[in-house]
Structure formats: structure tokens, C-alpha cells
């Protein structure tokens, strides 16, 4: 099912070649050298399913004190730069917004998954969020303002990007699953999803 009901979203299907997702993934393999994964909890205390690191001036952050940004790793290191490529991506994209400020980086295996949710943590609710999916499929779920009511859905494929932007940006979304095996691009498998956004 497309998503084409639903004002201001927007997927570039296939925007980062095969070549462009290996270089990508190379960027990110330094990146995560220097801030490791780790596995967030809610504030409830509750693991997440997914395991996440960020580059730029903020990472997200997730554990009893609450959800928020922080300028420094778990470990207390600073966080890498964003990628030259991801930042080419966003001036092309989104050339009126103002430069991202954190990438965040969610790594799914085979039975993870992301509860409908909405990006509201940034201080300018006004401004983008850009998303590049990489590895294995994952069906995307779409909603609205508000939570509830009729969603819609679409299968992500590596190299494709998303685009949150207006009414959109404001709108309930999450991952219901991953399609296991359906891409070559990570050696072991699973699914990465880069989530670009401004912070302040």
C-alpha cells in the first residue's frame, strides 16, 4: 500500500545506490567504533528491542530519567560527526531546513520492532525529519496526529529514504516488523535506520 493519502510524507525509493549504501555502512562502522550500540530502557525500566547510537552534536537518550538528547555517549565520549553524504542527502532533499543536528542510529535484528510513536523531543517541531532505511526490509506503519484511527502501511527497502516534513512531522509512526534475509548489504543481517533531525 502506498502512502500517498497522507499529507507531507514522502519516500524516494531507492535514493542511495548499492555502491553509496556500502560507503554508508563503511561511515557507519567508524562511527559506531568510537559510540557503540547500546540498548536503551524506558523509563519504566523496559528494554527496547532495538539498539541505537547517533552522530552529530546530540544523541537520543532513553533510561529511567527519561526520553531526551544529550550531547555526549553513555560511555561519556562526544559523538562522531554525521556523514558528508547524509548531509549532501539532507540539502538535497530538504534544502530549506536548517542542517541536522543529530543521525540517529537504530539497529534492528530479525524480531525487533518500533511501537507507533511520535518525534516531539526536538525543540522545533517545524523543521524535517529525514530517514534512510539499510539492509533488511521493514514494514513501515503510518498514522496520523493523533493516536488511533486508520493507518496505512509500506514495505522500506534498503537505500530508500523517507521524508517527515509538515503535518507529517508531527504524525504517529513505527516499524511493525522485519522481513529476514531480504538483503545482502549487512553480513549479518538485520536492518539499520538513520534518523536525521534537528534539535534545538
Not at 170 to 194: C, E, F, K, Q
Amino acid at each position: 500500500m502506498t502512502l500517498l493519502r497522507i499529507r507531507d510524507f514522502a519516500i524516494h525509493p531507492g535514493y542511495f545506490t548499492q555502491d553509496a549504501q556500502s560507503a554508508l555502512v563503511a561511515d557507519l562502522r567508524k562511527i559506531l567504533s568510537h559510540a557503540p550500540l547500546f540498548r536503551p530502557v524506558t523509563p519504566r525500566g523496559t528494554p527496547m528491542s532495538v539498539r541505537m547510537s547517533a552522530a552529530g552534536s546530540y544523541g537520543w537518550i532513553s533510561d529511567r530519567k527519561g526520553y531526551r538528547y544529550e550531547p555526549l555517549h553513555p560511555s561519556g565520549v562526544s559523538w562522531p560527526p554525521i556523514p558528508d553524504s547524509l548531509l549532501r542527502m539532507w540539502r538535497d532533499l530538504v534544502p530549506d531546513a536548517r542542517l541536522p543536528e543529530c543521525c540517529l542510529i537504530n539497529w534492528y535484528d530479525e524480531t525487533a520492532k518500533m511501537g507507533m510513536h511520535q518525534d516531539r523531543d526536538e525543540a522545533d517541531l517545524s523543521q524535517p525529519v529525514v530517514s534512510v532505511s539499510l539492509g533488511d526490509d521493514a514494514l513501515f506503519r503510518m498514522g496520523h496526529e493523533t493516536r488511533g484511527g486508520k493507518t496505512e502501511s509500506v514495505w522500506l527497502r534498503s537505500g530508500d529514504v523517507v521524508v517527515l516534513a509538515g503535518t507529517a512531522r508531527r504524525a504517529y509512526h513505527g516499524v511493525d516488523r522485519i522481513r529476514p534475509n531480504s538483503s545482502t548489504l549487512l553480513a549479518n543481517g538485520g536492518r539499520i535506520n538513520l534518523t536525521l533531525r534537528v534539535v534545538t
